[in-house]
């Protein structure tokens, strides 16, 4: 008793702590084929998303410093003239900034409320019938090839819209009618993120205010709204890059004559525009005429940086974990 007590008895081997001959270890320090393949694919994946970033950088900077080595930036930033294909040239960026900043403005005034609204609408008001049926219809309409919307501004919004509907003397190229056309083209973009960003806040903050006596349209205003605001507002950035940076509705719908625009009736030429119409030009590489296109390039790479870190800056200022 003594003995057994004492745990002097025949020793019984564990089983399962040594792996079988026949089995391999689920322990074993030997990676995975498989694995170790997947791992090094995301890797190439990165790397090729990071130089595909910095040839772009350096693919613009080069012709562009060589422009500026003959245009002062000074010049560049602050004329009122863009002639760099006339016999008297002259290098101001103005105008084109101007109608590029026209295009946006007008586009933003045309997505923010109507991609607001539906977002509130679907994440809100409507059934999961209607939202399931809804969303992908809304969604097509980023799938529309840009080059559509620009024959729908030239043929339809400007004649037809603007002109005869609302009695609007519109010339036949107007940032008006861009922008508008511009406009509704990224309100999937604002409506899906915005709709998105709501759906995640969680129902406990709708019922917590309900319980208090608030009405729907007060919760969505006072509580969702707020909770979503980060992603509402990242949803309303993402819409002004692309915006920026969209090129054929505005090299169609807003003209080709570079000027600063003060009436949005007039056409103007946007950054985009001038780079998609100089480009298929005759311009001798290497010239002072064709480096042009990069200077403006790069001028809209930095702008949409800019707004990018503008961004990230919002979304991590008022982002909100639940």
Known sequence: MSQLSAGAGPSIPSRGLRPSPDRPSLTSSSPRRLEKAAYGFLVLAAGVSVLTTVGIVVSLALP???FFREVGVGEFLTGTSWTPRFTEKSYGVLPLITGTLWTTAIALAVCIPLGLGAAIYLSEYASTKVRKTFKPVLELLAGVPSVVYGLFAVTFVGPVVLKQWFGIEVQTFSVLAAGLVLGVMI???VASLAEDAMSAVPRSLREASYGLGA???RTVLRVVFPAAVSGIAASIVLALSRAVGETMIVTMASGSQAKIVTDPLEGGQTMTGFIA????GDSVQGSLQYNTLFAVGI???VLTLII???SIRLVNRFREIY
């Open 64 to 66: 562009a410093f060589q």
């Open 187 to 189: 309100i999937p973009t």
């Open 215 to 217: 009405n729907r349209m």
């Open 277 to 280: 119409s100089a480009a298929l």
């Open 299 to 301: 001028t809209l790479f």
């Open 308 to 310: 990018n870190l503008i």
